[in-house]
């Protein structure tokens, strides 16, 4: 069983930045694919951006391509996004996963971003 815990939302403005951290308990979480999704209201969850074996493996969701940064710091099990030049469009509950096998079977209970314009 692996258990996630995110913490790092908020209420921030256009342009700026924000980071989110993710920190893994569990059995078998250091090596698993990590990442992070998103969900605005009244939208489906969106893909943000994902990580396997760290930074230099990483993978985005279009619409955040080249402004948010996703990283990991092994030691701690613990992986970070970097949310640069935000826009009001990122406004949502972010979420952070981890794979079990092919899915992404394990959650976090979401932390909230809103970017005000």
């Known amino acids: 069983q692996v258990q996630l815990v995110e913490s790092g939302g908020g209420q921030v403005q256009t342009g700026d930045s924000l980071r989110l951290s993710c920190t893994a308990s569990?059995?078998?979480?250091?090596?698993?694919?990590m990442g992070w999704f998103r969900q605005a209201p009244g939208k489906d969850r969106e893909f943000v951006a994902a990580?396997?074996?760290?930074?230099?493996?990483?993978y985005y969701g279009e619409s955040v391509k080249g402004r948010f940064f996703i990283s990991r710091d092994h030691a701690n099990n613990t992986v970070y996004l970097r949310m640069n030049r935000v826009k009001p469009e990122d406004t949502a509950i972010y979420y952070c996963?981890?794979?079990?096998?092919?899915?992404?079977?394990?959650w976090g209970q979401g932390t909230q971003v809103t970017v005000s314009s």
């Open positions: 996963a981890a794979k079990h096998g092919t899915q992404w079977g394990y």
């Open positions: 569990g059995r078998g979480v250091r090596d698993t694919a």
């Open positions: 990580t396997i074996g760290g930074s230099r493996n990483a």
